[in-house]
């Protein structure tokens, strides 16, 4: 079965340091993808970034940068320079077949920035 | 607004009582996806809609629960003689039938309390 897997319940961070959130993924297809979300208090869930399984590239979306190690199946989220408004939780998530089916998530990492 | 908008933001109701929810997804997003997410866990995914057609189901989506998207346009979610344990934030995603790109988009969601 698939399973995502984030360890981190929290994470404290100073504000314009990098933090790296992580997550590690568990499934026997050859074809998947995977995205991270964040969630401020609000509720509404934001997409950050998405990395496909045959990427050869990490990716990358301005402060976001997805840490792919496909052979260790994690992928890691950077974020570069934190700021005050990142504090939320963030997601990791998976999906099956690389296309997008329905997604199946962590159970997430809360992050505080610290001014 | 071209965002997904779920309406109520919050709902009150006393146990065995009906509720609906409703979701407007971005108008030329073909797919739509209900998924719910009880405290300190991620999002589970409930089912999902291809235009009008609800093409999958999870097993969490007991007989009580029902979803309809009878135009191919918003959806609505209803539970049935409402229980304690269907507490939970109830979030609406839609997205385009391309296969992988840049992820769903969610909306705000709607929190539900039974009482």
Request: charged share 20%; hydrophobic share 30%.
């Amino acid at each position: 079965a698939q399973k995502i897997t984030q360890t981190q319940p929290g994470m404290f961070v100073q504000e314009k340091e990098a933090v790296t959130l992580d997550c590690t993924y568990d499934t026997s297809d050859q074809s998947y993808g995977l995205f991270w979300y964040k969630q401020p208090s609000s509720g509404e869930m934001i997409f950050l970034i998405y990395q496909g399984s045959y990427d050869e590239q990490n990716a990358t979306e301005g402060r976001y940068s997805l840490n792919f190690q496909k052979a260790r199946k994690s992928a890691n989220l950077v974020i570069s320079a934190s700021q005050l408004g990142d504090s939320a939780m963030y997601f990791c998530a998976m999906s099956q077949g690389g296309s997008q089916g329905n997604l199946i998530f962590g159970k997430g990492t809360k992050l505080s920035v610290k001014p | 607004d071209t965002g997904v908008s779920q309406n109520p933001r919050h709902k009150i109701t006393k146990r065995g009582q009906n509720v609906t929810f409703r979701c407007d997804p971005i108008s030329e997003h073909n797919r739509l996806y209900w998924y719910r997410q009880t405290l300190g866990q991620g999002p589970e995914f409930l089912t999902y809609f291809q235009n009008e057609a609800q093409l999958e189901k999870s097993r969490l989506l007991s007989d009580r629960f029902s979803a309809e998207r009878p135009k191919g346009s918003f959806s609505t979610l209803e539970i049935q003689r409402t229980e304690q344990g269907d507490s939970a934030m109830y979030l609406c995603a839609s997205s385009l039938d391309l296969g992988v790109n840049y992820g769903y988009t969610f909306g705000s969601g709607t929190r539900l309390t039974v009482v």
